[in-house]
């Protein structure tokens, strides 16, 4: 097995269902000639060529709703929206056919399109190229939202997803893209939408988190283990909507404690669900109120306070610890 | 394609259909039968059946606000039943009676509709791209209206598809109105299809009033854009005769439209000049021209019957439709 950056998972991703299913078309702003600013469409033009691989003016609505349309017809498009924060240019076009197609042709119509666009903090870039604004999409029902959380899961999964026939908004984080390495094989390799995995086993405490956040809980979730000799259980959720709750809850049910992470502001955010459904389902074995780390209700600052904005490891560390108080 | 005498009965009986429906959906209205809004398509209809009629039942649609596209679906052979019944929120109508009207009709191509006017621009890429891809030769008819015209989606969607020379036909009914505000209120020149020149497309104005004005200058831009010619654009002009919305005032901003007004747009009725030109032609005899609106009163009656007979959607269904099972 090859060990690869993220970038080059989701290029492998690619390819291979290229290479598969003549129906998957790329397309987006400089995903072509070009390879795409952060380089995961890279080379794909020479090997599938024009028709397949298109190079799209600067109109997010126009590429979306390309998508969709050829989505509708049975081909299976994968546009690539430059920045997170683009997209909210295109987010009529998702809300009011992608999400809605399905029900207006009583089930005759299925949208199989995937949207990937890099999301989050952490490459000290302003505004828009740093957001985190997973809610806006797992808040549209006939939605999928997906976040991978390391190369292996994000080659997996983009291949699930350009397989799943309905739409999928596919949050690639930036500061992934070329953190780490992973063991990635070459032959297909899926996982399952709409699945959350249990990235570490524990006893006494559930972190809750996903996409780039994964990083700062699992260090967290060491760091617990070395100072306190906690062994916090660690969930990524991998698909943010919609939310499967299960394996969340058993874990809470078995630990009595919860911490959720998310580099989405706060209020409204991933976490408030997430908080809701342990309410639901696992409030009479909670020991203690379940703690959140996240964002704040701020446009996320530019490079300078940047770091003050993002949850870290500490910011977990003492949340997990205030969890584990009573 | 020169159309036969049977071609052109077809058009004027398609003509009186959708008049009949639009006037059914109205009582449906008043009655408290029709839950949700009806935008009265009354005007429009010689340039819904008459562009409709041009295209194949694989050729892609997205019909007009005006009347709920039913002019252009009838036109493109469909009968009103799943209309009227979606308007009714019965399980017969094509979105099983949970989407008021916003619904789509795969097998004769129709895509859905939309109240968001304009959002129908982007869309119709996608299915113009993927009908070129194939090379089935379809063409995708997208309507707007005037209203439509003003937003920003309308220069993505007419730059790609003219650059990409897709095939695609966009149709604008401009009735002069859009909701309360007059056209000339928000569009700086007399003809929205000088539009077309900045994006090397042809563009065309023709009679929307005139069922055979509009299947000529459809028919050709749909035949270019059979043979990759690429994109064209066709401004109709037409007439409202009722109000935005059903219930709603009808005034031009806040100014009633009066009844001379209205008369004066009636003269040019697409059904009526139609009539006396092919009773002129010998084409139909007063005759036949009883007989198809008897046919029609009839068809209304069943309609209507259809959809009163059928039960409403149990609310289980809707979790079936958001995802794919």
């Known amino acids: 097995m090859a060990k690869m950056t993220m970038v080059q998972a989701l290029n492998l991703a690619l390819k291979q269902e290229m290479a598969k299913d003549d129906s998957v078309i790329v397309l987006g702003e400089d995903v072509g000639v070009d390879g795409g600013v952060f380089r995961v469409t890279d080379g794909l033009i020479n090997q599938f060529g024009q028709d397949r691989v298109l190079d799209t003016p600067l109109a997010e609505s126009g590429i979306v709703g390309m998508s969709i349309g050829m989505a509708v017809y049975g081909l299976k498009p994968v546009c690539e929206i430059q920045f997170s924060g683009f997209s909210y240019q295109n987010f009529h076009q998702i ?86 390495r992973e063991e990635v094989p070459e032959e297909e390799e899926t996982m399952p939408i709409g699945k959350p995995r249990i990235a570490q086993e524990g006893k006494d405490l559930t972190l809750i988190s996903y996409g780039a956040m994964m990083r700062p809980t699992l260090e967290a979730a060491a760091g617990l283990k070395e100072k306190d000799g906690v062994e916090a259980e660690v969930i990524d959720l991998l698909t943010v909507s919609p939310l499967d709750d299960e394996i969340f809850v058993q874990s809470v049910l078995k630990t009595g404690r919860a911490v959720v992470i998310h580099e989405a502001p706060r209020s409204f955010g991933p976490g408030a669900e997430i908080v809701s459904r342990l309410m639901e389902k696992a409030f009479y074995y909670l020991e203690v109120p379940i703690e959140r780390v996240t964002g704040y209700d701020i446009i996320i600052p530019l490079f300078s306070r940047e770091k003050a904005y993002l949850p870290n490891a500490q910011r977990i560390i003492r949340a997990a610890r205030k969890a584990l108080s009573n | 394609m020169k159309l036969e005498k049977d071609d052109l009965i077809l058009l004027y009986r398609n003509m009186v259909r959708t008049r009949k429906l639009d006037e059914l959906t109205i009582k449906g209205l008043q009655e408290g039968k029709v839950l949700s809004f009806y935008h009265s398509g009354q005007g429009s ?35 009103g039943k799943a209309f009227l019944a979606e308007h009714y929120g019965k399980v017969t109508g094509s979105c099983l009676g ?35 891809k194939t090379g089935k030769q379809q063409v995708v008819l997208a309507c707007f209206g005037d209203g439509g015209s003003n937003r920003g989606t309308l220069h993505e969607a007419f730059n790609l598809a003219a650059v990409w020379k897709l095939p695609i036909v966009w149709l604008c009914d401009n009735n002069g109105m859009a909701q309360y505000t007059p056209i000339k209120d928000t569009y700086p020149k007399d003809d929205i299809a000088d539009l077309a020149g900045g994006y090397n497309m042809p563009g065309v104005v023709v009679d929307g009033m005139d069922i055979m004005a509009v299947y000529e200058a459809v028919e050709a831009a749909v035949d270019r854009a059979r043979a990759g010619g690429g994109p064209s654009l066709i401004e109709a002009k037409t007439a409202r005769y009722r109000s935005h919305s059903e219930g709603s005032p009808d005034v031009s901003h806040t100014v009633t439209r009066s009844e001379a007004e209205i008369a004066e747009l009636k003269k040019r009725d697409p059904i009526e000049t139609f009539k006396i030109k092919l009773l002129k032609q010998g084409v139909l005899t007063e005759e036949m021209v009883d007989q198809i609106n008897k046919e029609a009163d009839e068809e209304i009656i069943e309609t209507e019957k259809f959809s009163l007979d059928s039960p409403p959607p149990e609310p289980s269904i809707l979790n079936k439709l958001i995802y794919a099972e």
């Open chain 1, 95 to 180: 809300e009011n056919h992608a999400a809605r197609l399905r029900l207006r042709s009583r089930g005759r119509y299925n949208v199989p399109m995937v949207l990937r666009t890099p999301y989050g903090g952490g490459v000290r870039a302003l505004e828009h190229h740093s957001e985190s604004r997973e809610t806006f999409w797992a808040h549209m029902p006939g939605i999928k939202m997906v976040i991978p959380s390391g190369p292996r899961n994000a080659r997996a999964l983009l291949v699930s997803a350009i397989r799943d026939p309905d739409p999928v908004i596919f949050y690639e984080s930036k500061a992934l893209y070329r953190a780490f």
């Open chain 2, 45 to 79: 209809e010689g340039l819904a059946v008459g562009s409709a009629a041009c295209l194949r039942k694989d050729d892609y649609l997205w019909g007009h606000h005006r009347g709920h596209g039913i002019g252009y679906l009838i036109g493109k052979g469909l009968d």
């Open chain 2, 98 to 132: 949970i989407s008021g009207f916003h619904f789509a009709e795969p097998e004769y191509g129709a895509l859905g509709a939309a109240g968001t006017i304009g959002s129908q621009f982007p869309i119709s890429l996608g299915w113009g791209l993927a009908a070129k």
